[in-house]
């Protein structure tokens, strides 16, 4: 069983920068894919980057790609989300999620969810 809290999200204007932060309680974070979903209001929960289990390997949507960056510290249980250069349109509350396996970038494919945290980009 892991347990994951969102923190980090907030106000902040276009072209602006916020840095969540996911830690992780309960046995083997370590041995989990991180995953970073995000849902804005009346829209599917969208994939937006994907990190494995050693932090050397990531995936990033097309949308994200260039401006967001996705790290984890396992001695602290914990990944963490660096967005850059925001838009509007990522609006949307962030969620991070474990996966038992790497190359998991559908929902369906965690066993865990955090709460989520909103982030909202004014233009």
């Known amino acids: 069983q892991v347990q994951l809290v969102e923190s980090g999200g907030g106000l902040v204007q276009a072209g602006g920068s916020l840095r969540l932060s996911c830690v992780a309680s309960?046995?083997?974070?370590?041995?989990?894919?991180m995953g970073w979903f995000r849902q804005a209001p009346g829209q599917e929960r969208e994939f937006v980057v994907e990190?494995?289990?050693?932090?050397?390997?990531?995936y990033y949507a097309d949308s994200v790609k260039g401006r967001f960056t996705i790290s984890r510290d396992n001695a602290r249980n914990a990944v963490y989300l660096q967005m850059n250069s925001l838009r509007p349109e990522d609006t949307a509350v962030y969620y991070c999620?474990?996966?038992?396996?790497?190359?998991?970038?559908?929902?369906?494919?965690?066993?865990?969810w955090g709460q989520g945290t909103q982030v909202t980009v004014s233009s």
């Open positions: 999620a474990a996966a038992p396996r790497y190359y998991s970038r559908s929902p369906t494919d965690y066993d865990y």
């Open positions: 309960g046995r083997a974070f370590g041995t989990y894919s």
């Open positions: 990190i494995n289990w050693r932090g050397d390997t990531t």
